[in-house]
């Protein structure tokens, strides 16, 4: 039996005292130090490159271009990539940059500063070619982007449920809706770094931090042109990732300077650190979108229909927009059932930064568009924005767009219900008086507010998020458990590549070993996240690795156990979890069973607006979010502020921006993130326990289901505050001011 318990982490002492080392802090001797060259050219082809000079520079042990490149492209979803953009390559398209951040040139030399003169002196001679920078300007395809592909249209999905003149017959409300969706950087604590080497097995070994380290030595040994048992991949304490280290930055050019050092006789380690510039020019976002849609409605407050057109900016590469249009397609309806739907989403290549994985993968932007039409509905049918949901979401046999239902274990109606009962909202409408500040409001620190120019208001918002990959993705995770003693269990060795990316799901999957095999916690030991010793965990993402890995490590258990009777010493337990099957879409229906398991959360906002200023200051949320199983309430309360935290920042704060496929603002201090004079006053956590029926312990995802509503939350307490309806975000002081008094004028 699992019992819910607050451990601490087992990461935390050495994160404390300093004694863990992340990738950049690894410094081994005789290091060498790399330098990236971006290509800061949207659009444009190659026509010379001359390193000539940088090779001169005192310090400089290689120069490595594309040349140098065995394989050379890279991709999640498919190659479309280069590792690096140049000349005389084994890629025909590699002579094209097709965005700012792809990568030219890797200087290696004894000292950062050497590296960083060599790169400076790099000579390049580039061929302009049309930059397409907007999805309208792409959908023209006057100007192909990637040539093998015949259209900027990357993907497209759609869904045809039912009669849609049926449901507009039925509808005694229609609301149109137009919703712009922004970039959001993901501003981890640590910027991408590594180090590459050759390990005393002759193995190209890269340590790093990322999300899936099997994926990571599947890309690295493709690009290099080696069978994968000689490539290592190691992932230290990783300082944050939210989707942005699931894709390539240093990995697949670490492994080629440790390779062809090694060919040339050195045998040296590499290290690579990028400035946080770096990493904000160089690693893909959260993907900016446009939702045309349109929802129809009983007087009673049933929906009968919903048309939706989603665009979807991609970027200039792949990365995991497929897979992100996949559930931002699915997610656009929202958490309810819908009898007549007519979807269409497409995701669109342009030449600005990738979009690819972020906390929610989708979900926050179709999140925002149905959220809002539903308090819209509300508003306009007289109705509590609880009451209109309840009467809408899913339960068990409704049928979702896709016309399958949700995998059982339903409980969205519950999570709705007692997030309004926390938050002091009754069903019909009525509400408790909204908390009083708890400090001081000012706007701008130095100057208070105009306390008649304080306006509160309260919203809520709900939402449900898949665990585990969607459509049809393969999909396993494997543990291997040692028992060693002899007549008891003395020591338990977990062996798992999983990623513990700052969640704490290194210290979930001690306790699921405790639980599985019997043992106190304490007599746990891990070896993680090195593909050297583990089997394939599948990626930290999608909500999914406490689920998967928690299969994993009870079949896992149960297999080191019967050896355990039988006498084995020490008895070794493999197990390869493999979940129950999803399905792609259907192409011309869309018909399919998208996921095996879901989360459900729903959240409620109580804020003030200074309407003077255009300030938004939150006093409190409540997030309710059903977890199946509470592993560690403490760290799930942990991934529930953080996410509303960095939610809120998405909201209200964050504003990426690019202009003719070239970031403008790519420092921390042109973009803001939520301090913590930002933060929400409260954040109360409310944590569900509905069992999945097919989860470890009953146990669901929960890491990005808070994040989805909350912005949709914010929008409608802002306009209960405001009167005023906001369908873009971020809401900045400028645009909130900007909005107002354009209402006031045309009012």
């Known amino acids: 039996m699992l019992k819910s318990q607050s451990v601490y982490r087992v990461d935390a002492p050495g994160k404390v005292t300093g004694e863990t080392f992340y990738a950049g802090d690894i410094t081994p001797e005789n290091l060498l130090h790399g330098k990236v060259l971006f290509s800061n050219q949207p659009h444009a082809r190659m026509l010379s490159m001359d390193t000539t000079a940088a090779e001169a520079v005192p310090g400089v042990v290689a120069i490595l271009t594309a040349k140098d490149v065995p394989v050379n492209e890279y991709g999640l979803i498919f190659p479309d990539q280069p590792v690096l953009v140049g000349l005389n390559s084994s890629n025909p398209h590699a002579n094209v940059s097709r965005w700012e951040g792809d990568q030219v040139a890797i200087v290696i030399a004894e000292s950062e500063t050497a590296a960083a003169k060599a790169r400076s002196l790099i000579q390049i001679e580039w061929e302009p070619l049309p930059i397409v920078g907007s999805m309208d300007e792409a959908l023209k395809d006057e100007v192909i982007i990637q040539p093998w592909h015949g259209s900027n249209v990357l993907k497209k999905y759609q869904i045809r449920k039912g009669d849609m003149g049926a449901g507009w017959a039925e509808a005694d409300v229609i609301l149109e809706g137009t919703y712009h969706l922004p970039y959001q950087e993901h501003a981890f604590l640590q910027p991408e770094a590594g180090v590459g080497t050759i390990d005393d097995k002759g193995r190209v070994t890269v340590e790093i931090g990322g999300q899936w380290a099997h994926e990571d030595r599947e890309q690295v040994a493709h690009s290099l042109g080696l069978p994968e048992e000689e490539v290592r991949i190691i992932y230290p304490a990783i300082g944050g990732a939210f989707g942005g280290k699931e894709d390539m930055s240093l990995q697949i050019v670490l492994g080629l300077a440790a390779k062809r050092l090694h060919e040339r006789g050195i045998n040296r380690?590499?290290?690579?650190?990028?400035?946080?510039?770096?990493?904000?020019?160089?690693?893909?976002?959260?993907?900016?979108?446009?939702?045309?849609?349109?929802?129809?409605?009983?007087?009673?407050?049933?929906?009968?229909?919903?048309?939706?057109?989603?665009?979807?900016?991609?970027?200039?590469?792949?990365?995991?927009?497929?897979?992100?249009?996949?559930?931002?397609?699915?997610?656009?309806?929202?958490?309810?059932?819908?009898?007549?739907?007519?979807?269409?989403?497409?995701?669109?290549?342009?030449?600005?930064?990738?979009?690819?994985?972020?906390?929610?993968?989708?979900?926050?932007?179709?999140?925002?568009?149905?959220?809002?039409?539903?308090?819209?509905?509300?508003?306009?049918?007289?109705?509590?924005?609880?009451?209109?949901?309840?009467?809408?979401?899913?339960?068990?046999?409704?049928?979702?767009?896709?016309?399958?239902?949700?995998?059982?274990?339903?409980?969205?109606?519950?999570?709705?219900?007692?997030?309004?009962?926390?938050?002091?909202?009754?069903?019909?409408?009525e509400q408790s008086p909204i908390a009083s500040l708890q400090s001081s409001f000012n706007s701008i620190q130095s100057l208070p507010a105009n306390p008649n120019a304080l306006r509160k208001g309260r919203g809520i918002a709900c939402s449900f998020k898949n665990v585990g990959f969607s459509f049809g993705a393969p999909e396993s995770c494997e543990a291997t458990i040692e028992l060693h003693g002899k007549a008891d269990i003395e020591r338990v060795v977990l062996r798992h590549a999983g990623a513990d990316v700052g969640q704490g799901a290194h210290t979930a999957f001690r306790q699921m070993v405790a639980a599985a095999v019997g043992v106190d916690v304490s007599l746990v030991e891990l070896d993680m996240s090195d593909t050297a010793s583990s089997g394939n965990s599948g990626s930290t993402s999608a909500s999914r690795m406490t689920w998967m890995a928690g299969n994993s490590i009870r079949g896992a258990a149960e297999a080191a156990l019967t050896a355990w009777t039988n006498e084995d010493r020490p008895a070794i337990g493999h197990h390869k979890y493999v979940p129950p099957g999803t399905e792609p879409y259907a192409a011309e229906t869309g018909i399919c069973m998208p996921n095996f398991s879901y989360g459900y959360v729903a959240e409620a906002v109580e804020l003030t607006v200074d309407i003077e200023t255009g300030h938004i200051h939150i006093e409190k949320v409540v997030c309710a979010n059903d977890v199946g199983k509470a592993i560690n309430p403490t760290l799930i309360e942990g991934q529930i502020e953080g996410a509303v935290v960095q939610a809120?920042?998405?909201?209200?704060?964050?504003?990426?921006?690019?202009?003719?496929?070239?970031?403008?603002?790519?420092?921390?201090?042109?973009?803001?993130?939520?301090?913590?004079?930002?933060?929400p006053e409260i954040v109360q956590s409310v944590i569900m326990e509905v069992p999945d029926p097919i989860g470890p312990w009953g146990a669901r995802g929960m890491a990005e289901m808070p994040f989805l509503p909350l912005a949709p939350a914010i929008v409608a307490a802002v306009h209960d505050a405001t009167g005023v309806w906001f369908d873009e975000i971020p809401l900045t002081p400028a645009r909130v001011v900007a909005k107002l008094q354009e209402v006031r004028t045309h009012s």
């Open 269 to 429: 380690p590499v290290r690579i650190i990028w400035t946080r510039e770096e990493s904000i020019f160089g690693h893909h976002k959260r993907h900016q979108a446009t939702v045309y849609t349109k929802w129809g409605a009983t007087k009673e407050g049933k929906i009968t229909a919903v048309s939706a057109t989603v665009h979807m900016d991609s970027g200039a590469y792949a990365y995991t927009s497929t897979k992100v249009l996949g559930n931002f397609h699915l997610m656009v309806t929202g958490p309810y059932e819908i009898p007549h739907a007519h979807i269409d989403s497409y995701a669109i290549t342009t030449n600005n930064v990738p979009g690819g994985a972020f906390r929610g993968f989708g979900g926050p932007q179709g999140a925002f568009a149905a959220e809002t039409q539903m308090n819209k509905l509300a508003e306009a049918l007289g109705l509590s924005p609880v009451e209109i949901r309840l009467k809408n979401v899913l339960r068990e046999g409704s049928l979702l767009t896709v016309q399958t239902p949700p995998p059982p274990g339903i409980s969205m109606a519950e999570v709705v219900e007692r997030c309004a009962q926390e938050a002091g909202w009754s069903v019909n409408g």
């Open 648 to 679: 809120h920042g998405y909201t209200v704060m964050e504003n990426l921006q690019v202009k003719d496929g070239r970031i403008q603002n790519p420092l921390l201090s042109q973009y803001l993130i939520p301090g913590i004079k930002d933060v």
